[in-house]
């Protein structure tokens, strides 16, 4: 239908061959857009729609003649309709399965009668009908032929006849034209979100590179090679389970200044992989740093001598690039159609009553322009990653919002593209719902053809009759989403927005209220920022009418629930002035008498503050918010008691909290005092959001000591009894946990018994809670009475219990958790009775590091207390293979807790035999050069153990250890010096060893650890340089003898 | 202007009108006195007429429409002389620039039915949103139009269903939304003159 359909259906089948429109969400939007045209078609032009078509639309359809009823004659296998044309033919006759239909009104019944397959009856119709406005109209109307004069040639035929078919004609032309133009826009919003990189990008990319590149000063790079040689159709060269994540290809590149970039080719962009594993047939596909828009900026960015060569080499390579790639020149070119067709709606809008005359013949441009810049094949495959990525939000909507920096660490990796504007507290809210147009319910509601009346009045009315309009349209249930639709889908958001530029306040304030209330649905705030109404809104929050400004905070606060609206808030500047609003509410004089549309000052910030609270959930906006000076704000209008204000601005605080710089400014502005004293408040939600805002800034331990002496733990402590607000409950537990890392704390928190009820928290609880409870215990374990306690009240079981989960934030915590009950030997008999150390060593083999390294930590406690630990330890088949190789990790944290690990295990001289099988000693040596403290204060420990076995003192000099382990000397840590002292103590026992830490100095660095307070240091260095001094003396005597 | 007179009138008008200072009557007095020198000459028949109350509507207020100029012009004229002494002139001000809500509520109701009967017809209404709509093609299709919505608008404020508005009708509405005040035209000054009027012009 129309021009544009046509090059849709046309483009789209394409690729394929036979003429059949994919399924895509394009396509699937198109359409449904046609289907509501046409359904409406009958109410709108009823004229129109007795016209009969010159030919008729005939394909296969899958409706049952059954489904007709009246105004049909039915039969078995066929179906007439009782409306005829002048000759007395009926206007739709269906002969099972082939469907003849030949006015729009016979089209519109059949849709309505068509029901949920109406996709697929629009769909077979369009396929069947390549050019249906030829069917239509006659084939003087032919839209595929000579497009680009069509419009003339039916002015033409205007003047030209004088029948009045041809009136009706025309205005099916026009009609058909209108909706051309709307379709055109619609699809061009959707395909201009979609630019990315594409295989063939990429392939002409390298293929330049690659001739630019060889030894020799000159070239830009030494070589640049993809990993695998071989292609698939689709022109990536990633493997197939890669490619459905959106990698293409890799590339390794050898610059000439810094070492080989193994990089992944993704639609997303290009970033630094892991390289090249091991055994040098894989490839680590974990990403390693920022995305790039393309190859190009990348290794300009790693390479130096890259970038400068590239300059010398610039104008060449970039002609070239300009030739061969089209993606550069093709974003430009849309944004200008885009911006054209924008253009030529808004005049639309402006005089609607007049919008037919508008010139046809310039409103086609854009459809050619399009036709001739958008590349089909690569806006099909990114249209079904969009769907991909979608379907993995949905999931990670559904964890847990509270399981702290972890998770949001690894869905950072997993959204790049949001990685810079986005926080770890984005939820479901962000998820783009599928734009479905009123499908499921073919009989259109009452309120539709009302509301559609409405807004013809608020299109061709004056102010008077507009304002009368608008009113009477908020006595429609708005918050039900038949209206909120019915609004969008009679073209009343266009007008609405259109209102709140003009200078009408009243308006103004009625196209507000309804905006306000409407945007409460998800497809209606994206259908607002597409029309661009957020900067409008922004720029009414300068109006002098507290009103307006109050309105329009408001419907911002709702339309910015997800991320495009948030950056165009901020982008329109629209955090400034919401930030300016919250100093409205502190101004000493208020007029005594309000004017008659005004509201109070108060109002006004509780407003700006709940648009700031949605704004404050990208990254970007609460940078925005605190370089405004919103803090300070913020905290005074925290000293309020308005619970409705209070909510909003906790919220906000609670969201930026994520924020280093705005923990610092919360303590700084005096807030955790205040944050406490909403605790006590009746409002759940406030004290949820005040609880949340405390367990972000609780990880500073100023902060933690300003809760306690503002005796914000008995709250928290009393509201931990109450268990129906799961959320709350989240948030509670949250900030307990933080709090406790305290020690001050913690004994607090068992005065107020919170101990006993945190462990009876432990079962039918969701994780997000259970993260929390779980890690609040780890913290309090690290003391003797709470362990006693948690043992006591039942607590390990549930514990143990949970170390089978999967959730990893959770796994963490419990395997933590579990680490510190095992410090008590009573503990640690029941935790061994449960089985618990097999389930915490099979964590070792957890993907996560941070999993892995914490089960690693556990067991350390685990082994020591254990009764029979060596036999315990032996009876895990292949676990202490595993445990050795853990110390292949890249991790220094799995690496030190591998290490910590090794140390209690080697107690046990028959499993030091057999580690010392698996290799532990080159491995550890392999370790040694680290200028991590913490891992040398381990590494040091288990080196000290290894050498207890048979010639491991020996072995590890020849592994080259000693030498690092003496610089470990001249750190600053009294742990890596007490560690390594005992190490070089062990080791001097071996002359080589002597003699290569004489060789290192180690002998006045161990002289002054002679002269340290720490006992156990002291003899070890003595003993150590008893070695040394004693093999000099062995030598001079042999010397001299 | 005789000070003696003019201090009389003062007194006698702030017994009545309380929102406005003595001063500020005062200087409304001789504001009005200055309006009528310009217009009407005779000092005893002190008055403003229709045109000139018209022009000072329009340029000082900012109204526009002729016919709810005259409505608003009926409504200052109290005692129905087609004149508008210095009495209703400054009463009507004070509702017009300081009026609380249930004041400017019975001046809008007041301005809005014309033939004193105490109830806003139907007729009325279609005379008053006669003009609302944009020419369309045909006036018939105007017509109808603009029947359709005195129908909405009926539907709307029309609580007891007596097929006219009444004050309490009015009133029930605006309350409910305070957008319907001026809901058949403009016929209050706009915001921003309310704010500077009394500053700039009476002091």
Redesign the interface.
């Known amino acids: 239908m129309g021009v544009t359909l046509t090059k849709s259906a046309q483009w789209t089948a394409a690729g394929r061959g036979p003429a059949t429109l994919e399924v895509t969400p394009l396509n699937e939007a198109i359409l449904q857009e046609i289907i509501v045209f046409v359904e409406s078609f009958l109410y709108m032009y009823p004229r129109e729609a007795k016209f009969v078509f010159v030919e008729p639309l005939g394909w296969k359809t899958s409706l049952e003649p059954l489904a007709f009823g009246s105004g049909y004659v039915v039969s078995e296998k066929t179906v007439k309709s009782e409306e005829v044309d002048k000759n007395g033919e009926p206007l739709l006759f269906l002969s099972v399965p082939q469907i003849k239909v030949r006015s729009f009104g016979q089209l519109s019944c059949l849709l309505y009668i068509a029901k949920d397959k109406k996709l697929k009856e629009a769909q077979a119709c369009l396929e069947a009908n390549r050019d249906p406005v030829v069917k239509i109209l006659g084939s003087d109307y032919s839209t595929t032929k000579r497009e680009d004069s069509s419009a003339l040639r039916i002015l033409d035929k205007i003047i030209k006849d004088d029948d009045p078919e041809h009136e009706i004609k025309t205005n099916i032309a026009m009609l058909i034209q209108q909706m051309d133009m709307h379709l055109l826009n619609y699809s061009l919003k959707h395909i201009s979100l979609e630019i990315r990189l594409n295989p063939s990008a990429i392939k002409n990319d390298v293929e330049l590179l690659q001739r630019y590149s060889g030894k020799g000063e000159q070239t830009v790079l030494e070589s640049i090679e993809y990993t695998s040689d071989y292609e698939f159709s689709n022109g990536c060269r990633a493997p197939p389970w890669r490619q459905i994540h959106g990698e293409m290809c890799y590339v390794l590149v050898k610059p000439h200044d810094v070492e080989a970039l193994c990089i992944t080719c993704s639609t997303e962009g290009v970033f630094l992989n892991g390289g090249k594993t091991d055994d040098a047939t894989e490839i680590n596909y974990e990403r390693k740093g920022k995305i790039y828009k393309d190859l190009i900026t990348i290794l300009r960015e790693k390479s130096a001598t890259f970038s400068k060569n590239m300059a010398k080499q610039g104008n060449t390579f970039n002609e070239e690039q300009q030739k061969e790639t089209f993606q550069p020149d093709e974003a430009p070119k849309k944004e200008e159609v885009t911006t054209k067709a924008d253009a030529e709606k808004s005049t639309l809008q402006m005089n609607p009553i007049n919008f037919v005359r508008n010139p046809i013949g310039k409103r086609l441009e854009p459809s050619l322009n399009w036709k001739s810049t958008v590349d089909l094949k690569d806006h099909r495959s990114s249209g079904r990653d969009t769907q991909e990525e979608k379907h993995a939000r949905i999931e990670k909507g559904r964890s847990s919002v509270v399981s702290g920096r972890m998770q949001s660490a690894r869905k950072a990796a997993d959204k790049p593209e949001e990685i810079l504007s986005e926080s770890s507290s984005e939820s479901e809210e962000d998820e783009e719902p599928p734009d479905h147009r009123q499908e499921a319910n073919a009989d259109l509601p009452s309120e539709y053809w009302q509301i559609q009346k409405l807004v013809k009045y608020l299109k061709g009315g004056n102010q008077t009759a507009t304002v009368i309009a608008l009113c009477s349209m908020r006595d429609f249930n708005l918050a039900q989403e038949t209206c909120q639709l019915a609004i969008r889908d009679v073209g009343g958001l266009e007008v609405l927005i259109n209102l709140l530029d003009t200078d009408e306040v009243k308006c103004k304030i009625g196209s507000l209220k309804i905006l306000k209330e409407i945007s409460h649905n998800p497809q209606i705030r994206r259908n607002i920022v597409d029309l661009g109404g957020l900067p409008i809104m922004v720029n009414i929050l300068d109006s002098p009418n507290k009103n307006l400004k109050c309105l329009a905070a408001e419907t911002i606060a709702n339309v910015a629930k997800f991320r495009r609206a948030r950056q165009a808030v901020r982008q329109h500047g629209g955090i400034t002035k919401l930030v300016a609003l919250l100093d409205c509410g502190q101004s000493p004089s208020e007029p005594p008498q309000p004017s008659l549309y005004e509201t109070r000052d108060v109002e006004v910030a509780r407003c700006g503050a709940q648009a700031l609270w949605s704004c404050s959930k990208s990254y970007a906006n609460k940078e925005a918010i605190r370089k405004a000076g919103g803090i300070p704000l913020l905290a005074r209008l925290l000293k309020t008691s308005h619970e409705d204000m209070l909510i909003p601005v906790v919220g906000t605080l609670q969201e930026c909290a994520s924020e280093e710089n705005y923990r610092a400014a919360i303590k700084a502005e005096r807030i955790i005092e205040n944050l406490v004293k909403n605790l006590n408040s009746a409002n759940e939600q406030l004290q949820e959001h005040c609880a949340m805002a405390i367990y972000q800034c609780a990880e500073d331990e100023e902060t933690r000591d300003l809760v306690r002496l503002h005796g914000g733990l008995k709250p928290l402590a009393s509201l931990l009894g109450k268990t129906d607000n799961k959320e709350r409950l989240a948030a509670v537990t949250g900030a307990i946990w933080k709090c406790s890392i305290s020690k001050e704390n913690v004994t607090k928190f068992r005065e107020y018994r919170a101990i006993e009820t945190l462990v009876g928290l432990l079962s039918d609880q969701p994780e997000e809670v259970l993260v929390n409870v779980v890690g609040a215990l780890g913290e309090c374990c690290q003391e003797y009475e709470n362990r006693v306690l948690v043992r006591k009240c039942g607590g390990i079981q549930p514990l143990v219990s949970l170390l089978v989960g999967i959730n990893q934030s959770l796994l963490v915590n419990v395997t933590k958790a579990v680490g510190a009950c095992a410090v008590e030997p009573e503990s640690m008999m029941i935790i061994d009775r449960l089985d618990g150390v097999r389930l915490l060593w099979s964590l070792l083999k957890n993907p996560h590091p941070d999993v892995k390294a914490s089960a690693a930590w556990a067991l350390c406690p685990c082994i020591e207390n254990a009764k029979d630990a060596g036999e315990m330890v032996r009876s895990f088949v292949g676990g202490l293979e595993l445990v050795v190789n853990l110390l292949k990790s890249d991790n220094k944290e799995v690496l030190a807790s591998v290490c910590a690990a090794i140390t209690n295990i080697a107690k046990d001289q028959e499993n030091l035999a057999v580690i010392t099988d698996h290799g532990v000693v080159p491995l550890l040596s392999k370790l040694a050069n680290t200028n991590n403290d913490k891992l040398r204060h381990h590494l040091a420990e288990a080196i000290a153990r290894c050498c207890m076995w048979g010639r491991n003192r020996v072995a590890f000099g020849e592994y080259k250890a000693v030498a690092p382990l003496v610089r470990y000397l001249k750190s600053d840590d009294t742990n890596v010096h007490r560690a390594t002292t005992q190490a070089l103590y062990q080791l001097s026992e071996d002359a080589n060893n002597c003699i290569t830490m004489h060789e290192n100095g180690a002998v006045k660095l161990l002289l002054d650890m002679v002269g340290s307070p720490d006992q156990s240091l002291q003899e070890a260095a003595a003993g150590c340089i008893s070695n040394i001094r004693r093999l000099a003396l062995a030598t001079e005597k042999a010397r001299y003898a | 202007m005789d000070q003696k007179a003019l201090k009389k009138l003062v007194e006698s008008i702030s017994k009545t009108v309380k929102s406005f200072k003595k001063s500020e009557i005062e200087g409304l007095i001789r504001l009005f006195h200055s309006l009528v020198k310009r217009t009407d000459e005779r000092l005893n028949q002190m008055g403003l007429d229709r045109s000139a109350f018209r022009e000072i509507l329009h340029s000082i207020f900012g109204m526009t429409d002729d016919m709810l100029m005259d409505r608003v012009f009926f409504a200052f004229d109290k005692d129905n002389d087609s004149r508008i002494n210095v009495n209703e002139w400054v009463k009507g001000l004070s509702v017009f620039l300081r009026g609380?809500?249930e004041e400017?509520l019975k001046f809008c109701f007041e301005v809005y039915y014309l033939n004193g009967d105490g109830y806003i017809s139907q007729d009325e209404i279609f005379d008053?949103?006669k003009?609302?709509?944009?020419?369309?093609s045909s006036e018939e299709e105007t017509d109808e139009?603009v029947k359709?919505?005195v129908e909405?608008?009926m539907?709307?404020m029309d609580y007891d269903n007596d097929g006219k508005i009444s004050f309490a009708d009015f009133e029930r509405a605006v309350k409910n939304?305070?957008?319907?005040?001026?809901?058949?035209?403009?016929c209050?000054p706009?915001?921003?003159v309310?704010?500077q009027v009394p500053t700039a012009q009476i002091s």
């Open positions: 609380t809500f400017k008053m949103l003009n609302s709509l944009y020419q369309q139009g359709e919505l909405i608008t539907k709307k939304d305070r957008l319907l005040l001026e809901v058949f035209g403009p209050l706009e915001a921003q309310q704010l």
